[in-house]
């Protein structure tokens, strides 16, 4: 399953929304990627990957779900990426 | 000398440096047989467990001295320890290379740092210190060095070194060190976050300080301007320990104002507010001392994305400020004040000649009725959860505000019908910035629950001055006789009605304006969270009866220059905050 969101933090994705992001995506069985506009596709589950999509506030990703639980994590995770961190 | 970097964290520090070189790691390269680099990948992921157990052990020390909010950035830390493209690679370059851990870190940390560097945003750029953080940690555990100790020194040492890493600054004895200042860094780098939160003055940016500086060089560092004086003399030593004590006693003076009420000396009291832009900024003035919010701009819900915010998003939103404050400090939450200048990509305005004179915030909100309803509906639901008012920009009839009323009635009778929780009592009011609200604000009193002076427009549209010409910048004179007059006329118009009255453009938080709008009966001051505590200090050393009778008389005079000298001189005590 797939789903595009938008970035609505203001400072984007550094350090604290991607732990949030992380967290989350980590509590699902199923694999979590997220995939950014030029194609660059990462784990959900990586700090560090995570972090090198070097999301922008007004940024789209898509994030990938597939296996067990992968609707509630794709809606899950999503929330979290469209939050607001400041 | 005088070495000259980016103010930091302000304040003053007098005494020697200790310059802290170790931040380069020198990384020793071994090549390694095969069964030696397996060998290798158990012992990295030995000081990769204990590393963790480090971190979370700093975390806790940062977490007592700089506050839950600096103690996050070692949570990602610990993630990142976690992490196969950090931890795993590493070991992978191990086993490819047959190289010792230290050597395959350092590859891995250069990768990483390069390319976080590399990124366009300093957000991510600060990432970059992370990871060099991490791997000064693991370099140093896999090698058992030892870290240079600031204890050799009797008194307080200034700080000299690298950069400061997240970990430094968690670590570092606010008894021991009096200052820091560093190579690397900017006013939102880590090192200069920190420092703020943990009130030690910091300059950085200094370029190659480390260099120039030896152990027991005596310096004065200022915090404040990013000065670090080398070598001073006994005349600058003694000129910056007034300073010091005086920025001392000055910030303990403050902090007393923090959470006291903001009343003059023949007890009057008004409210001192903060202006936000984003729900993060709430707790920041809630931290300096903000009685409340007078203005919310909420364009940034809708700036820098491809669709507008839906009601939830904006709900949650409001709700964050709203309890951040609690129960019973207002928050004033302003309408969309979006179009002119500020544009949406997908609200397809014309461009136009004179934005500012145009087509914007009550004006478009009118036509875009959809969009309108919804931010009202967002607002009105979290009304629930705090003391939230509305606000309306740009209101020049009276006509406006009824039509925008008449919205809000129909948006609350659905949220009757649909049973959903609001504050029946909220309080509706509209901002007063263009002259023709100000000469009929006798009428809109009668219907709006107050008002809030947004002086930067009102100021703007007062004296035809384009605000954003540097060539007309001298007209922009918010003490002008003729603006204070328009005040004068707000204030009183509306306090006949029993309503009350804000301002929130940048004169409300401006320490010589201050005693001119108490004189004039200003209820509200709502300003940036910086400006609050001063203040509520000038408030409470200057009396309600004075500040009439010094506006009386100023409104009497000619000029805007005047005006301000003779505001000056009758209350020395300004000069002594500015």
Redesign the interface.
């Known amino acids: 399953m797939q789903q595009t969101f938008?970035i609505?933090n203001?400072?984007?994705v550094?350090?604290?929304p991607?732990?949030a992001i992380?967290?989350k995506a980590s509590t699902f069985a199923c694999k979590v990627e997220l995939e950014k506009a030029d194609g660059t596709r990462v784990s959900a589950k990586?700090?560090?990957?995570i972090?090198?999509l070097?999301l922008?506030?007004?940024d789209?990703v898509t994030v990938i779900t597939e296996g067990d639980g992968e609707a509630e994590a794709l809606q899950a995770v999503g929330e979290v990426i469209?939050s607001?961190?400041? | 000398m005088i070495l000259k970097g980016i103010a930091a964290a302000p304040g003053y520090a007098i005494g020697p440096v200790f310059v802290m070189k170790d931040n380069q790691v020198k990384v020793e390269r071994k090549t390694l047989s095969a069964p030696e680099a397996k060998a290798e990948v158990v012992r990295f992921s030995e000081i990769v467990n204990q590393a963790i157990e480090q971190v979370k052990e700093i975390q806790e020390q940062a977490r007592e001295k700089m506050g839950d909010e600096q103690a996050e950035i070692f949570e990602s830390h610990i993630l990142v320890l976690h992490d196969d493209e950090f931890v795993g690679r590493t070991k992978e370059v191990i086993l490819e290379k047959n190289i010792n851990a230290e050597a395959a870190l350092a590859e891995v940390t250069e990768e990483l740092v390069a390319f976080f560097e590399g990124m366009d945003n300093e957000y991510m750029n600060e990432r970059a210190a992370d990871f060099r953080d991490l791997n000064k940690r693991l370099h140093g555990l896999l090698t058992g060095a030892k870290q240079a100790s600031l204890s050799d020194f009797e008194e307080p040492v200034v700080l000299i070194t690298d950069d400061l890493t997240p970990s430094d600054s968690a670590q570092l004895d606010r008894d021991r060190v009096a200052g820091f200042a560093t190579n690397i860094g900017g006013r939102t780098s880590h090192s200069a976050i920190m420092a703020r939160s943990m009130e030690i003055p910091a300059v950085v940016g200094l370029k190659d300080v480390t260099e120039q500086l030896h152990d027991g060089d005596i310096v004065i560092l200022d915090g404040t301007t990013g000065d670090l004086i080398v070598h001073p003399s006994d005349e600058q030593i003694a000129a910056y320990r007034v300073k010091k004590e005086n920025f001392a006693k000055r910030k303990a003076e403050f902090h007393k104002y923090m959470n006291a009420a903001s009343t003059t000396v023949d007890g009057h009291t008004v409210e001192l507010v903060a202006n936000i832009g984003n729900p993060g900024d709430a707790h920041n003035a809630h931290k300096n001392g903000a009685e409340g919010i007078g203005l919310f701009r909420t364009e940034f819900l809708y700036m820098g994305r491809p669709n507008f915010p839906t009601e939830e998003e904006q709900f949650e939103a409001y709700k964050e400020v709203a309890e951040t404050f609690g129960k019973d400090h207002p928050i004033v939450i302003r309408t969309l004040d979006i179009g002119g200048d500020k544009e949406l990509d997908y609200l397809e305005l014309p461009k136009e000649m004179n934005p500012f004179l145009g087509y914007r915030a009550i004006r478009l909100c009118l036509d875009e009725t959809d969009m309108f309803k919804t931010q009202l509906r967002a607002i009105l639901r979290a009304s629930a959860f705090g003391n939230v008012k509305i606000m309306y920009p740009m209101i020049a009839t009276i006509v406006e505000l009824r039509a925008a009323n008449a919205i809000l009635a129909e948006v609350k009778a659905e949220l009757d019908t649909a049973g959903i929780a609001y504050n029946k009592n909220l309080e509706v009011g509209i901002m007063i910035e263009i002259p023709a609200a100000v000469l009929v604000s006798d009428q809109l009193a009668k219907e709006a629950d107050f008002f809030s002076i947004g002086t930067n427009d009102l100021v703007q549209y007062t004296m035809a001055a384009d605000r954003m010409n540097e060539k007309v910048s001298h007209l922009t004179q918010p003490m002008n006789p003729s603006v204070l007059r328009l005040i004068r006329m707000v204030i009183e118009n509306a306090h006949r009605e029993g309503k009350w009255v804000g301002m929130c453009g940048e004169m409300a938080g401006n320490l010589v304006a201050i005693p001119l709008l108490l004189g004039l009966g200003l209820d509200e001051f709502s300003m940036s969270a910086s400006s609050v505590l001063p203040a509520r200090v000038l408030m409470s050393k200057i009396s309600l009866a004075d500040a009439k009778e010094i506006a009386a008389k100023a409104l009497d005079m000619q000029t805007a220059d005047e005006i301000q000298q003779f505001v000056q001189d009758s209350f020395p005590v300004i000069e002594e905050l500015l």
């Open positions: 938008t609505k203001p400072t984007g550094h350090a604290r991607a732990g992380l967290k990586g700090m560090v990957g972090l090198k070097g922008k506030q007004g789209q469209e607001i961190f400041e």
